[in-house]
T-cell receptor, first 110, second 113 residues
Framework: GIQVEQSPPDLILQEGANSTLRCNFSDSVNNLQWFHQNPWGQLINLFYIPSGTKQNGRLSATTVATERYSLLYISSSQTTDSGVYFCAVRSNFGNEKLTFGTGTRLTIIP | DSGVTQTPKHLITATGQRVTLRCSPRSGDLSVYWYQQSLDQGLQFLIQYYNGEERAKGNILERFSAQQFPDLHSELNLSSLELGDSALYFC????????????FGPGTRLTVT
């Protein structure tokens, strides 16, 4: 099945810093979603972005489907941004399930 | 708030027992998905229903079963529970199967003692 790799696995930043999280996938996809899992375990939808670029406040994401990667940018980090960020994809082949990466754990220090 | 609801939020039970987790999808969504998040396996797809019918199966154990009812809510039944079944169980929904965005509920945290 499709493989999803996220990097870096851990990231520790000062409040106010910017960061870039990467998601690589091994096959063509028709759905790509970014999620933030907060310290309470909730999975928050950030972006639905199978291709192109989107922005939402301090967050933006870009997916280059032909090169099989997606990037999540977080600017001016706040402590509330802490948590685990997951990339999940739906392969063009097989069923409609999402395959998740192993996540990037982001810690923002005040 | 995604619009997907799950009950209960927390469940503590003993090995060998049986539990039922409940999910109500977003209004208008016909497809429901169940995922399991454990420390060693990460987030994994279990099973999908569409308009009452099973549509796809993933890494779901034979001790687990699910169904989707006419009102579109879904239940995940876990039986003969083992310590390794302790995990966070998520339900997600989408309008229809396919390339549509999936929205996740808050999860049910199951602890088997």
């Amino acid at each position: 099945g499709i493989q999803v790799e996220q990097s870096p696995p851990d990231l520790i930043l000062q409040e106010g810093a910017n960061s870039t999280l990467r998601c690589n996938f091994s096959d063509s996809v028709n759905n790509l979603q970014w999620f933030h899992q907060n310290p309470w375990g909730q999975l928050i939808n950030l972006f639905y972005i199978p291709s192109g670029t989107k922005q939402n406040g301090r967050l933006s994401a870009t997916t280059v489907a032909t090169e099989r990667y997606s990037l999540l940018y977080i600017s001016s980090s706040q402590t509330t941004d802490s948590g685990v960020y997951f990339c999940a994809v739906r392969s063009n082949f097989g069923n409609e399930k999402l395959t998740f990466g192993t996540g990037t754990r982001l810690t923002i220090i005040p | 708030d995604s619009g997907v609801t799950q009950t209960p939020k927390h469940l503590i039970t003993a090995t060998g027992q049986r539990v039922t987790l409940r999910c109500s999808p977003r209004s208008g969504d016909l497809s429901v998905y169940w995922y399991q998040q454990s420390l060693d396996q990460g987030l994994q797809f279990l099973i999908q229903y569409y308009n009452g019918e099973e549509r796809a199966k993933g890494n779901i154990l034979e001790r687990f079963s699910a169904q989707q009812f006419p009102d579109l809510h879904s239940e995940l039944n876990l039986s003969s529970l083992e310590l390794g079944d302790s995990a966070l169980y998520f339900c997600a929904s989408s309008v229809v199967p396919g390339t549509y965005e999936q929205y996740f509920g808050p999860g049910t945290r199951l602890t088997v003692t």
